[in-house]
C-alpha cells in the first residue's frame, strides 16, 4: 500500500528548489522563500504559496492518521506514534490517551516515525510556549481539515491552567472533579 506524501508532493510543485526531507518542512518553505523565489512577506504569490503549503501539512495529517473521529482506528495511529502503550482497544479510552498527550501537530506530521524523535510535554502551556517559539501551528482554517485534526487542534494562544485535563470529547475536566464547561 502506498501512501502519498503532501509535503513532497508541495514542494515538487518548484522545480527549482531541492526539497531536503531531513529538515523541518516549515524551514524548508522558509528557505524556498528567501533564497529561491525571494519572495517578501505580503507577496500575493508566497501568501498563494503559504496557503498551498498548510493545506499539504493538513493534508499529510489527514493521510497519516485519518480523519473520521468517530472511530478507533485513527486514535489508535496516534497512540502508536505518541508511545502510549497498551494501546487503547476502547474509543473513549483512545480518545482521552490522545487528548491528554501534548505535543506538536505540526511535529506530528512531518517526517516518519523513524526519522524524527516527538517531543511530549507535560502542559498544555508548554507545549504553548514551544509551538509560540518555533512558530509551529497547525492550521485551523483550512478547509482540508478533517475530524481528527478538528478534534485536536488546541487554543495555543490562551492555552489553560495546568491541571486541566480533557475527556473523551477534548473537553476540559479537573483531575478527580467534574466537567468544566
Given at each position: 500500500?502506498?501512501?502519498?506524501?503532501?509535503?513532497?508532493?508541495?514542494?515538487?510543485?518548484?522545480?527549482?528548489?531541492?526539497?531536503?526531507?531531513?529538515?523541518?518542512?516549515?524551514?524548508?518553505?522558509?528557505?524556498?522563500?528567501?533564497?529561491?523565489?525571494?519572495?517578501?512577506?505580503?507577496?500575493?504569490?508566497?501568501?498563494?504559496?503559504?496557503?498551498?503549503?498548510?493545506?499539504?501539512?493538513?493534508?499529510?495529517?489527514?493521510?497519516?492518521?485519518?480523519?473520521?473521529?468517530?472511530?478507533?482506528?485513527?486514535?489508535?495511529?496516534?497512540?502508536?506514534?505518541?508511545?502510549?502503550?497498551?494501546?487503547?482497544?476502547?474509543?473513549?479510552?483512545?480518545?482521552?490517551a490522545v487528548f491528554n498527550t501534548h505535543v506538536n501537530l505540526v511535529d506530528l506530521t512531518e517526517g516518519n516515525e523513524s526519522?524524527?524523535?516527538?517531543?511530549?510535554?507535560?502542559?498544555?502551556?508548554e507545549l504553548a510556549r514551544y509551538s509560540a517559539r518555533k512558530g509551529r501551528y497547525m492550521p485551523s482554517d483550512s478547509p482540508?481539515?478533517?475530524?481528527?485534526?478538528?478534534?485536536?487542534?488546541?487554543?495555543?494562544?490562551?492555552?489553560?491552567?495546568?491541571?486541566?485535563?480533557?475527556?473523551?470529547?477534548?473537553?476540559?475536566?479537573?483531575?478527580?472533579?467534574?466537567?468544566?464547561?
Amino acid at each position: 500500500m502506498s501512501s502519498t506524501n503532501h509535503i513532497t508532493d508541495f514542494f515538487a510543485e518548484y522545480s527549482d528548489f531541492n526539497y531536503d526531507p531531513a529538515e523541518t518542512a516549515h524551514s524548508e518553505f522558509r528557505r524556498l522563500c528567501r533564497s529561491i523565489r525571494g519572495w517578501k512577506r505580503d507577496d500575493p504569490e508566497k501568501v498563494e504559496a503559504y496557503t498551498d503549503f498548510q493545506n499539504a501539512i493538513v493534508m499529510q495529517f489527514n493521510e497519516k492518521y485519518g480523519t473520521d473521529a468517530d472511530t478507533i482506528e485513527p486514535w489508535q495511529k496516534l497512540c502508536r506514534r505518541l508511545g502510549i502503550e497498551p494501546v487503547p482497544d476502547d474509543l473513549k479510552e483512545a480518545r482521552e490517551a490522545v487528548f491528554n498527550t501534548h505535543v506538536n501537530l505540526v511535529d506530528l506530521t512531518e517526517g516518519n516515525e523513524s526519522d524524527r524523535k516527538l517531543v511530549i510535554f507535560e502542559t498544555e502551556r508548554e507545549l504553548a510556549r514551544y509551538s509560540a517559539r518555533k512558530g509551529r501551528y497547525m492550521p485551523s482554517d483550512s478547509p482540508m481539515v478533517g475530524g481528527v485534526l478538528r478534534a485536536l487542534l488546541r487554543f495555543l494562544k490562551n492555552p489553560p491552567e495546568d491541571d486541566l485535563k480533557r475527556d473523551q470529547f477534548g473537553r476540559y475536566v479537573r483531575r478527580g472533579e467534574k466537567k468544566v464547561k
